[in-house]
């Protein structure tokens, strides 16, 4: 069987309104001229206030889904700013990005606080995309693995297997992520091995063996297809590439067929 394949747009903070439609519908347009496989999926993460409005977008498009790129640890509830996992799925989103390096550096967010994000996202049936990956320094004292091992463990690891269906994982090195650095496919390849190691001790062979496993950091239109064409890199979450059509077009056809 092949393993499901995703290629995610991560928007970040970009693009307006007019813009993020036009984006959204150029993709589509791509997407209906070149089909997904059945295996095949491709999710659009705007900034949240877009989703719905964009769900008119991509609702004919085949294969195709938005997702949120942060969500709250509750519901509802006296949280001012704050948008909840029930929120973005009323107006469309069908996944939310948990864990992003950015959002842990910048809003301080923990292993113990993104567990509960997890909780959150799968308790409302929706596709969960965990991000995982080390720092430049932990690569180079071989430190990766240990902490690679640690974030899963301390916040997706207490799910069932029946959960972990729900769950995608993007491997980001944080060393990667913005910086015209990319991961070599051989060191991609690596810690993919490794992380479904881990997901096989953890849950089985059959669990590690249907996981996606993303890899993002960026991977552009030009190495795309030597970090997707590796056995255990089952697409990508893409940053910079995803605001171009043409770029976040060939990464999608770089998706294994
Ligand atoms: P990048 O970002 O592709 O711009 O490196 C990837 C990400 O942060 O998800």
Partial sequence: ?????????????NKTAPEATALATQICQYIDQ????THQ??????????IASLQAVVADTPNTYLGA????????????????????????????????????????????????????????????????????????NNTHEAWLAQQLHESL???????????????????AIGTGKTATPEQAQQTHAYLRHL???QYGNHTAQQTPLLYGGSC???????LLSQPDID?????GAALKTADFAAIIAAMKP
Wanted: hydrophobic share 40%.
């Fill in 1 to 13: 069987m092949q393993r499901t394949q995703i290629v995610a747009g991560n928007w970040k903070m």
């Fill in 34 to 37: 070149h089909p997904l496989a």
């Fill in 41 to 50: 999926r491709v999710v659009l993460c705007p900034p949240n206030l877009y």
């Fill in 69 to 140: 790129q942060n969500c709250h640890t509750h519901t509802l509830g006296a949280y001012t700013g704050e948008v909840s996992a029930a929120m973005v799925q009323s107006i469309g989103a069908s996944y939310v990005i948990v864990g992003h390096s950015e959002r842990r550096e910048y809003h301080h967010e923990t292993n113990a606080l993104l567990r509960q994000k997890v909780d959150a996202v799968v308790e409302q049936q929706l596709q969960l995309i965990f991000c995982c990956g080390e720092s430049l320094s932990q690569r180079d």
């Fill in 157 to 175: 690891f207490h799910l069932n297997a029946q959960q972990m269906q729900q769950v995608i994982i993007a491997y980001e090195p944080i060393w």
């Fill in 199 to 201: 997901f096989a001790q």
């Fill in 220 to 226: 552009n239109a030009s190495n795309a297809a030597s």
């Fill in 235 to 239: 697409g990508g979450l893409i940053g």
